[in-house]
């Protein structure tokens, strides 16, 4: 199948910047959207910003302006920069990838293990 793997999170001042990177794995045949999410104690997860392959973006309104999605779809990797970092973007965080295995196969929704990002203040 296909395997996601998040990087980059930590623990960072409020003001201060992240670089999340998720590299995609296995019987790839083809990537179409990729994401991120996050998820806060006792939240459920939502959408923090999105880029199809031809590099469309749709980002949640809570981070506009501050983070920046981007995608290699030849390493199929996507990456989050999240600058001026606010106590409210602590959450983990998880990428997402819709892909397909074979050329037969439906895209479906992959995951990876997600990454903690803590914001203090």
């Known amino acids: 199948q296909v395997q996601l793997v998040e990087s980059g999170g930590g623990l960072v001042q409020a003001g201060g910047s992240l670089r999340l990177s998720c590299a995609a794995s296995?019987?790839?045949?083809?990537?179409?959207?990729m994401g991120w999410y996050c998820q806060a104690p006792g939240k459920e997860r939502a959408l923090v910003a999105s880029?199809?392959?031809?590099?469309?973006?749709n980002y949640t309104d809570s981070v506009k302006g501050r983070f920046t999605i981007s995608r290699d779809n030849a390493k199929n990797t996507v990456d989050l920069q999240m600058n001026s970092l606010k106590p409210e973007d602590t959450a983990v965080y998880f990428c997402?990838?819709?892909?397909?295995?074979?050329?037969?196969?439906?895209?479906?929704?992959?995951w990876g293990p997600g990454t903690q990002v803590t914001v203090s203040s």
């Open positions: 296995g019987r790839i045949f083809s990537i179409s959207d």
């Open positions: 997402n990838a819709l892909a397909r295995t074979t050329v037969w196969s439906p895209y479906r929704g992959f």
């Open positions: 880029i199809t392959r031809s590099g469309n973006t």
